[in-house]
């Protein structure tokens, strides 16, 4: 990798927040004087405390986002580099540093540690309003903006109408940006930061403001930048739209990278987070093995078409589930069924094996490996954990029944062909399948 083509380099990068010690309450009126004898020297301790950090080993192992002694690491040892032209989207929950990082690349606050690098101009959305100069009107907010990236009256005077068409704010240019709503100051906002011809985009949560058309004219736009060669740095909560977008994805939690990698495997690791199953389980030891009198569970496995076994998969891509089991005694009919369930416990469906060749048919001892297929376009976004279960026929006897014994994560886009389609906001439902419409027109 040439180090020219590198537009963002982010090394070792950490952020302290000093927080307000909290004023302790007095119970007794000895101890409300004493402390109000004391609280000088305490207040002055406590000013200088906000800002030096002399005190706090920053080579140390305080774990990040933990608060030890009023100290709060936002972002803490972060290294990453992102490249010209690259879409890169940052994901966590809330409190992860994506923020503070989003903030110290837009240089609005210094890092505590660490180094950053940046090659290009770099035009950011931060928060809504950010940027913008409450008492100018929205026009001269915009030649605001194409002054501080640098491009002459001349340059933003080309780019004005399509500015304005874009924010659709057209009516209230010569308006106080303090007088707009909260939905017409990201329009502008974001107008401006696209469009300006920023070598680097960033932008925070944009999307999470606004109404769906607006969210999809965002994201046609960013994809339209990130095409024309430049740079997208891009913090979202909205999965589908990072998968959609992105090329690689940056996971941050509690201030710290906990991966990075494609958009669509590390999106699938981070909504299986804190679930402690696996795509695949295996028990070595028979003699463990989930069992009953005719047959023993051996193995459990997710599966992708040619059979890699992994927990992520795209929404339209068919999810393989093995079972490898052993016959015990042979001369019995068996029927291996699974359980799928979404994340909120509800059962999606259950799904028995109808294979014909085996289907009412006694099995002889052996080892066996029962799959099945859920199509693409059925199950919606988000992870699903499965039940192994295998039975006998006459009489009906339990042999194993294994609960979230395995887990896969589906994410979504905003492929055609799709459920979702172009539409940018999550499809509620337990599943989402993409099904045929047809509308009849008739003029009257
Ligand atoms: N100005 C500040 N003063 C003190 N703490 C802050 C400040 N800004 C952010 N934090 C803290 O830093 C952590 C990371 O915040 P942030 O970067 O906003 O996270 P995210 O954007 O991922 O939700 C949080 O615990 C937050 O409370
Ligand atoms: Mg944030």
Redesign the pocket.
Same mark, same amino acid.
């Given at each position: 990798m040439s180090k020219n083509n590198i537009a963002v380099n982010v090394e070792d990068l950490s952020?302290i927040?000093? /927080?307000g010690l909290k004023e302790q309450t007095s119970e007794h009126f000895a101890e409300m004087l004493w402390s109000f004898v004391r609280s000088p020297v305490k207040n002055f301790r406590k000013y200088r405390s906000l800002y030096t950090f002399d005190d706090v080993d920053l080579a140390g192992d305080t774990a990040a986002?933990e608060q030890s002694d009023s100290i709060?690491w +936002?972002?803490k040892g972060v290294s990453f580099s992102v490249k010209q032209g690259e879409v890169v989207g940052i994901i966590?929950?809330?409190? +992860?540093?994506?923020?503070? /990082?989003l903030?110290i690349l837009s240089r609005i606050t210094p890092p505590t540690r660490g180094s950053i690098s940046i090659h290009g101009r770099v035009s950011s959305l931060l928060e809504v309003g950010t940027g913008f100069h409450p008492e100018l009107t929205g026009r001269e907010n915009v030649f605001l903006n194409g002054t501080i990236l640098g491009m002459r009256r001349k340059e933003v005077t080309r780019k004005f109408d399509e500015i304005v068409a874009f924010s659709d704010v057209e009516k209230f240019l010569d308006t106080p940006v303090k007088r707009y709503s909260s939905g017409m100051r990201v329009r502008l906002a974001f107008a401006v930061a696209a469009h300006l011809e920023p070598e680097i985009l960033i932008v925070?949560e944009v999307l999470a403001v606004g109404d769906a058309a607006f969210q999809q004219k965002c994201m046609n736009k960013m994809q339209d930048v990130g095409q024309e060669g430049r740079t997208v740095l891009f913090?979202s909560h909205n999965m589908p739209a990072v998968t959609s977008l992105c090329d690689r994805v940056i996971w /941050?939690d509690h201030?710290q990278k906990v991966t990075e990698g494609p958009a669509q495997e590390i999106v699938g690791k981070y909504l299986l987070e804190g679930v402690d199953t696996t795509a695949h389980r295996v028990w070595k030891d028979s003699s463990s093995a989930p069992a009953g009198e005719f047959a023993r569970l051996r193995e459990v496995r997710v599966v992708k078409k040619g059979g890699d076994v992994t927990g992520h998969y795209c929404i339209q891509e068919p999810v393989g589930i093995e079972m490898e089991y052993e016959v015990l005694k042979g001369g019995e009919v068996m029927l291996p069924h699974f359980r799928i369930r979404n994340d909120n416990g509800i059962l999606v469906f259950v799904t028995l094996d109808h294979d014909p060749e085996w289907y009412q048919r006694p099995r002889p001892a052996g080892r066996y490996i029962s799959t099945v297929w859920i199509p693409g376009n059925l199950l919606n976004e988000g992870p699903h954990f499965v039940e192994c279960n295998l039975i006998t026929r006459h009489p009906e006897a339990p042999q194993f029944h294994e609960v979230d014994v395995v887990s896969f994560a589906i994410t979504g886009n905003m492929e055609p062909g799709t459920a979702r389609g172009d539409w940018p906001g999550r499809l509620k439902g337990i599943v989402s399948p993409a099904l045929e419409w047809e509308t009849q027109y008739r003029k009257e």
């Open positions: 952020k927040y000093r /927080l986002g709060l +936002a972002l966590g929950g809330n409190g +992860a540093g994506k923020s503070t /990082l903030k925070d913090v /941050l201030g």
